[in-house]
Antibody, heavy 118, light 105 residues
């Protein structure tokens, strides 16, 4: 069955960097784009952008341009999210989600918690 | 495109027919999905294209609407339906509503 398994929780200090992974299984990785979605504690969902898993081309939402990088390890069916120069407001759970149909997200990772605190 | 969900909190009893609303800031041409998120879990796709039921989702869930106004209906509320429900438009980029938290009365 389709599964997206994300890396574990992270505790970081302001200014540090973090890399979150999302390993896909149960389907051909390069056939479906991957989205990244942020959920701050107690808040709603915010779309961060997506990556074309065939070409590797990333697209970022306006609020996530600059410190955020999407990348792939296609041979390992893995998508990654790297956040640099972490700020307190980056504290959130980050989800990867498979794109089934031009923006419909039909499978989600379990979420990766990032806490930024001095 | 801004997505506005109402109400933000809804209390209902088991067996009730429940209706959740989602209004888009402009016509989104039925490019509307609904997700269910239970506490501590990832969101789950329920409905796409405004009224298409995702495989494996119980038939008590249904979606309707057009233009700017959309509705998710649960025909007979079950205890396992307690969750927060988000709408999402994918007509122009992707935005989510703030969610409706559904609890048991």
């Amino acid at each position: 069955q389709i599964q997206l398994v994300q890396s574990g929780p992270e505790l970081k200090k302001p200014g540090e960097s973090v890399k979150i992974s999302c390993k896909a299984s149960g389907y051909t990785f390069t056939d479906y784009a991957m989205h990244w979605v942020k959920q701050a504690p107690g808040k709603g969902l915010k779309w961060m952008g997506w990556i074309n898993t065939y070409t590797g081309k990333p697209t970022y939402a306006d609020d996530f341009k600059g410190r955020f990088v999407f990348s792939l390890e296609a041979s390992a069916s893995t998508a990654n999210l790297q956040i640099s120069n972490l700020k307190n407001e980056d504290t959130a759970t980050y989800f990867c989600a498979r794109d089934a149909l031009s923006g419909v997200m039909d499978a989600w990772g379990q979420g990766a918690s990032v806490t930024v605190s001095s | 495109i801004q997505m506005t969900q109402s109400p933000s909190l809804l209390s209902a009893s088991v067996g009730d027919r429940v209706t959740l609303s989602c209004k888009a800031g402009q016509n989104i041409n039925n490019y509307l999905a609904w997700y269910q998120q239970k506490l501590g879990e990832a969101p789950k796709l329920l409905i796409y294209n405004a009224n298409s039921l995702q495989t494996g989702i119980p038939s008590r869930f249904s979606g309707s609407g057009s233009g700017t106004d959309y509705t998710l209906t649960i025909s007979s509320l079950q205890p396992e339906d307690v969750a927060t429900y988000f709408c999402q438009q994918y007509n122009s980029w992707y935005t989510f509503g703030a969610g409706t938290k559904l609890e048991l009365k």
